[in-house]
């Protein structure tokens, strides 16, 4: 028998341990990751600096989860200068112990081993990756590494709503004049720390326009034009297609939205475009971004949003 958190033990001495204490933690957190702060950077020296910052960490999932907080400064180890021949990927990672073998958070780099095509070590059991940073050959410090990109962050669970990525095409263009002839143009690259359920957001504002009459808008006609396929990772996803249509001359702006689920890790989105049909054979589209008689037009814009867990 336990109390809850934030109530004093009971009559019997029950109260809150430790590892239930992490077990209420845990269930705050969709995963482990970086709440804020501890962000890595070379040094002029073999060691690492990581900033002051928190994190949400485990020892495993029966162990429950930890804050960690780690005041900032240089990693408690260094790292060997480069290898004369090939670079290599270095692991900057927290570990926040629960008793074994002590109960310190401690800021560590793992080197990794030089290659042709390197590859991150693999951490300890515990281990919160913060950063990978590739060394290159003949380096002499950290701090002519390359930081990655990739961070993984913790995120509350149920929690939604953040732009993952955004690509706009700010051209004033003429689209292609041949019918089912696709192009995969606009594209963005995201990261999920999980499993996550994402909204791709595509918007295109066009009007029609003929290739034998100088490329001008025109007043009669029509063509439509769309998404054959919305992409992830290069594969189209079912039923993520969709036509418009364009006529009179007039800037026609439409919309699209599909839910995905998509896995932890580093993912492209893309949108597979082109003309699916037209009234005259030099139909083609006109695609619109800057400003015209006063009006300020969308061109063609890509969002990607998380909307929460993959439940």
């Not at 960490?57 to 804050?67: F, Q």
């Not at 793992?110 to 003949?138: D, F, M």
């Amino acid at each position: 028998m336990t109390t809850a958190l934030g109530v004093d033990v009971d009559t019997n001495g029950n109260g809150v341990d430790p590892l239930t204490h992490r077990q209420i933690i845990k269930r705050h957190w969709n995963n482990t990751g970086i709440m804020g702060g501890l962000t890595v950077s070379g040094r002029s020296d073999l060691y690492y600096t990581v900033s002051t910052g928190v994190a949400v960490c485990s020892m495993g999932d029966a162990d429950g989860y930890t804050e960690a907080y780690w005041p900032g400064g240089k990693t408690e180890n260094t790292v060997s200068a480069g290898d004369g021949t090939y670079a290599r990927i270095d692991s900057v990672y927290l570990l926040a112990n629960t008793g074994t073998p002590d109960n310190d958070v401690h800021c560590l780099a793992l080197q990794g081993t030089p290659s042709a095509s390197p590859v991150a070590p693999k951490l300890p059991a515990g281990a919160l990756l913060l950063r990978n940073v590739t060394i290159p050959a003949g380096a002499s410090t950290t701090g002519v590494g390359s930081i990655g990109v990739d961070v993984r962050y913790a995120i509350p669970y149920g929690a939604s709503g953040d732009l993952l990525g955004a690509f706009t095409n700010t051209a004033d263009a003429f689209g292609s004049s041949t019918v089912r002839e696709w192009y995969t143009q606009e594209s963005v690259s995201i990261y999920v720390p999980t499993d996550r359920t994402v909204e791709i957001i595509y918007q295109a504002t066009f009007a029609n326009a003929h290739q034998d009459r100088g490329r001008d808008l025109v007043g009669g006609g029509w063509i439509s034009w769309g998404v054959a396929a919305l992409l992830l990772d290069g594969v189209a996803i079912p039923h993520s297609g969709t036509e418009w249509q364009a006529s009179n001359g007039v800037w026609e702006s439409h919309e699209i939205h599909k839910l995905v689920k998509v896995t932890a890790g580093r993912h492209t989105i893309a949108v597979r475009n082109g003309l699916m049909s037209h009234q005259e054979s030099s139909g083609m589209p006109y695609f619109r971004y800057s400003d015209n008689g006063g009006v300020s037009y969308k061109g063609r814009d890509l969002q990607v949003w998380d909307r929460g867990p993959d439940q």
